[in-house]
């Protein structure tokens, strides 16, 4: 039937990629290296700078959530780098609210993993401090007004939970 249907468009038989452009297919592939490349470096790393570069990381993503925070009580007036894409709301440096969830939601089980860590070694300071951290993250994720994003924070956040503290 498929060959029909070619054959009545003219279309000649012969393959076809599965893609309709090609050329963007395999450069969203490459993309996939800078990533692979990132991932290989940061293996090569030992523990202890690995953990430094996860708490750079997860400041950065508060100080983002924060950022989103004022975004999102400033209404539409707010500083919006891209303002051409959702006028209300938390976005951060992001173009798209979901992106912006997205990468809260990834943080959120590092402040988790940072909270209870500090609560084992009885370093009760810090671990306010990271569930601090993990609160204001989750409510970010919530202000972004992205329900994929705040469904799979909502999800990292549970798991991680779980996982953390399982009998």
Do not use: K
């Amino acid at each position: 039937a498929v060959s029909a249907d070619l054959a009545q468009a003219g279309v000649v038989w012969a393959w076809h990629p599965m893609t309709l452009d090609a050329w963007a297919t395999v450069r969203a592939g490459m993309a996939f290296v800078t990533f692979a490349a990132t991932w290989g470096l940061c293996a090569t790393l030992d523990a202890h700078t690995q953990r430094r570069l996860l708490l750079v990381a997860l400041l950065v993503g508060v100080a983002l959530a924060f950022f989103g925070f004022a975004q999102a009580a400033a209404g539409p007036q707010a500083v919006r780098f891209y303002a051409f894409h959702h006028p209300i709301g938390a976005i951060g440096t992001f173009a798209n609210r979901n992106h912006f969830a997205d990468l809260l939601a990834m943080l959120l089980p590092v402040a988790l993993a940072f909270a209870a860590q500090a609560q084992r070694e009885y370093r009760p300071t810090l671990a306010a401090w990271m569930f601090a951290a993990t609160a204001a993250l989750w409510l970010a994720a919530a202000l972004t007004f992205s329900r994929a994003g705040f469904a799979l924070a909502s999800l990292a956040l549970a798991v991680s939970a779980a996982i953390l503290w399982w009998p």
